[in-house]
């Protein structure tokens, strides 16, 4: 079978869209991106990265925006609601629910394959197995996750009904450089760098923390493997360690990978929300199994090379 030629990648301006973007095309790979106006979307230019300006600033002119460009594989990296701040159901709904199943029809037109990233948000909190498997209970009260989980069930339903090749990867929790500033990492350093006490709960949760360099190698493998009719189509799959991991601990490695005084860490300064959930591990064997993919960066290979790499950025 042919192999992938140009991939068009939805949310670039992100974090995962934007380290997609930039591996791709330092690969080699036709990248094509559709972006609003304003939004960033990768360090990297020249003839292996596309941009293609959305006409209204909405994805409703996505189609329109690519009609002559050939596209093999579409990868939807667009989500709302990762940062705490933005809740709006209406939003929420659009880019959440209503874009991966509009581009099912995209993907049909284009005879493309289609790689929807979900989340380990879509599972429920409560009486979860550890590590979760893509068979369990998923999140009916929360928003963002009920939304996740209706997105990529909807996409993979219709896909299925079309006979377009698609599968949905929840990303378990991802870290790296170029993270938002609210998230764990870039809060802690951020504090240590100052010297500052960072004000943490008890860090007892247990998460299942990935590197975003692993993320990218399982999209990509993903990619080939939906292109290469490996896959059956209309499917799910954890993208995880299997390993989990308390808060805690992720935060005493990354302290002492800065050197930093371990009294500035204010564990217990913040209460646990009442929200919490106490353990999420994902079971990543049926991806394993699928793709032949499996993580390379331990946790503190992970932490070592993303606070280099800020601070290389930085300098």
């Given amino acids: 079978m042919p192999a992938i030629k140009r991939i068009l990648i939805i949310g670039a301006s992100g974090f995962i869209g934007r380290r997609l973007t930039k591996k791709l095309a330092e690969a080699g790979h036709g990248v094509v991106v559709a972006k609003r106006r304003g939004s960033v979307t990768s360090e990297v230019a020249g003839e292996n990265l596309k941009i293609v300006i959305l006409p209204d600033d909405t994805y409703d002119g996505l189609p329109g925006a690519i009609s002559g460009t050939a596209i093999d594989m579409i990868v939807n990296c667009a989500a709302y609601g990762v940062h705490p701040h933005d809740r709006d159901p209406n939003q929420m709904y659009i880019v959440n629910v209503a874009l991966p199943v509009a581009l099912v029809e995209l993907a049909a037109r284009k005879q493309a394959?289609?790689?929807?990233?979900?989340?380990?948000?879509?599972?429920?909190?409560?009486?979860?197995?550890?590590?979760?498997?893509?068979?369990?209970?998923?999140?009916?009260?929360?928003?963002?996750?009920?939304?996740?989980?209706?997105?990529?069930?909807?996409?993979?339903?219709?896909?299925?009904?079309?006979?377009?090749?698609?599968?949905?990867?929840?990303?378990?929790?991802?870290?790296?450089?170029?993270e938002g500033d609210h998230r764990l990492l870039p809060t802690l350093t951020g504090k240590l760098h100052r010297r500052e006490r960072a004000a943490l709960s008890a860090g007892n949760q247990i998460r299942d923390f990935i590197y975003v360099d692993d993320v990218?190698?399982?999209?990509?493998?993903?990619?080939?493997?939906?292109?290469?009719?490996?896959?059956?189509?209309?499917?799910?799959?954890?993208v995880s360690t299997g390993i989990g991991t308390p808060v805690r601990q992720f935060v005493m490695l990354a302290a002492s990978a800065m050197k930093a005084d371990p009294g500035l860490l204010g564990f217990g300064d913040v209460p646990v929300r009442p929200d919490e959930v106490p353990l999420l591990v994902g079971n990543n064997q049926r991806f394993a199994a699928a793709t032949g993919w499996e993580p390379k960066f331990s946790l503190s290979a992970g932490i070592q090379a993303a606070i280099s790499e800020a601070e290389m950025d930085k300098a």
Wanted: hydrophobic fraction near 45%; glycine fraction near 14%; aromatic fraction near 10%.
């Fill in 216 to 238: 990218v190698a399982a999209i990509v493998a993903a990619m080939n493997a939906l292109h290469d009719g490996l896959l059956s189509g209309g499917e799910f799959f954890n």
């Fill in 113 to 178: 394959g289609l790689i929807h990233l979900g989340s380990s948000a879509e599972y429920a909190a409560g009486g979860l197995e550890s590590p979760v498997s893509e068979d369990a209970t998923v999140e009916a009260y929360k928003f963002y996750g009920g939304s996740k989980y209706c997105g990529g069930a909807l996409m993979n339903l219709k896909a299925r009904a079309i006979d377009v090749p698609s599968a949905v990867l929840r990303l378990f929790n991802v870290f790296g450089p170029g």
